[in-house]
T-cell receptor, first 116, second 112 residues
Framework: DVKVTQSSRYLVKRTGEKVFLECVQDMDHENMFWYRQDPGLGLRLIYFSYDVKMKEKGDIPEGYSVSREKKERFSLILESASTNQTSMYLC???????????????FGDGTRLSIL | SQQGEEDPQALSIQEGENATMNCSYKTSINNLQWYRQNSGRGLVHLILIRSNEREKHSGRLRVTLDTSKKSSSLLITASRAADTASYFCATDARTSYDKVIFGPGTSLSVIP
């Protein structure tokens, strides 16, 4: 079974802090994704990566950056945390088979991040 | 922008009953997926159905796709309390990007 592990289930940080969220997958998947999930807004794609050191912006990249130095690890960085970044953050991975949409995404259990 | 949207937003049924959730989308798709999310957890993939398929089964789950109506349905038969979760459809957008877009979800409560 694919396992996607997010480093923290709960995290509390202060405004202005630089925050790192880590995600590791163990199935050699090419694609990795970061989403945030907010009530009434569903899942929104922040960034994704299709290869080591490659990244693409999703729908809401402002205030975030990402890093993929190794295939199995994809990090989300909040450069200067703000209260409106309080949310549930979900990482996912998938195989590349010519498309982003023809393979299931495998999700971690999420990090519930609170910015005070 | 919302590509897929589930209906109803919330559904409450008795254990043993069938649960049906619908997903409507706006533009042509290549694939449609259904996911489940238990409270406080990540999403779990249930079924992927391609645009040239009309129906797929997995255990107690049955997914249909009607591309002429731009809609899909997820049927859970003989529901159990453990089926209580949110259910999301995810569609692609036929652009060069072809990312997956998740709907807002249906919250299903199965009462024992």
């Amino acid at each position: 079974d694919v396992k996607v592990t997010q480093s923290s289930r709960y995290l509390v940080k202060r405004t202005g802090e630089k925050v790192f969220l880590e995600c590791v997958q163990d199935m050699d998947h090419e694609n990795m994704f970061w989403y945030r999930q907010d009530p009434g807004l569903g899942l929104r794609l922040i960034y994704f990566s299709y290869d080591v050191k490659m990244k693409e912006k999703g729908d809401i990249p402002e205030g975030y950056s990402v890093s993929r130095e190794k295939k199995e690890r994809f990090s989300l960085i909040l450069e200067s945390a703000s209260t409106n970044q309080t949310s549930m953050y979900l990482c996912a991975s998938s195989l590349w088979q010519g498309s982003y949409s023809n393979q299931p995404q495998h999700f971690g259990d999420g990090t519930r991040l609170s910015i005070l | 922008s919302q590509q897929g949207e589930e209906d109803p937003q919330a559904l409450s049924i008795q254990e043993g009953e069938n649960a049906t959730m619908n997903c409507s989308y706006k533009t042509s798709i290549n694939n449609l997926q259904w996911y489940r999310q238990n409270s406080g957890r990540g999403l779990v993939h249930l079924i992927l159905i391609r645009s040239n398929e009309r129906e797929k089964h997995s255990g107690r789950l049955r997914v249909t796709l009607d591309t002429s109506k731009k809609s899909s349905s997820l049927l859970i038969t003989a529901s159990r309390a453990a089926d209580t979760a949110s259910y999301f459809c995810a569609t692609d957008a036929r652009t060069s990007y072809d990312k997956v877009i998740f709907g807002p979800g249906t919250s299903l409560s199965v009462i024992p």
